[in-house]
């Protein structure tokens, strides 16, 4: 496990941008794949996006695909995830979530998660 902080969440208009940073206090850091999660009131916890360990592959929903943006920074030991065009249907609790080389879809294989950051989009 690695402790991972969010940052960046908040109250947007439809349209607008927000930017979420993941950050990690671990010297192994660049070997760690990290995805950003989301989980709505009453929905299913769903992977927004996430990149492998020595970034070997990228992986979005369909959904945020054009929109979203991930991005790392090892000399920082963080994960960005900019977020454009907003949409009310992106309102949720986004989360951040490392394991060791490559990332999957599935929460269960994910062994460190940080404590997530609203993310709310109006119109």
């Known amino acids: 496990q690695v402790q991972l902080v969010e940052y960046g969440g908040g109250l947007v208009q439809t349209g607008g941008s927000l930017r979420l940073s993941c950050t990690a206090s671990e010297r192994s850091f660049p070997a760690y794949g990290v995805a950003w999660f989301r989980q709505a009131p009453g929905k299913e916890r769903e992977l927004v996006a996430g990149v492998d360990g020595f970034h070997a592959g990228i992986d979005y929903a369909d959904s945020v695909k054009g929109r979203f943006t991930i991005s790392r920074d090892n000399t920082k030991n963080t994960v960005y995830l900019e977020m454009n065009s907003l949409k009310p249907e992106d309102t949720a609790v986004y989360l951040c979530?490392?394991?060791?080389?490559?990332?999957?879809?599935?929460?269960?294989?994910?062994?460190?998660w940080g404590q997530g950051t609203q993310v709310t989009v109006s119109s």
């Open positions: 979530a490392a394991r060791l080389w490559g990332i999957t879809r599935r929460t269960g294989d994910f062994d460190s």
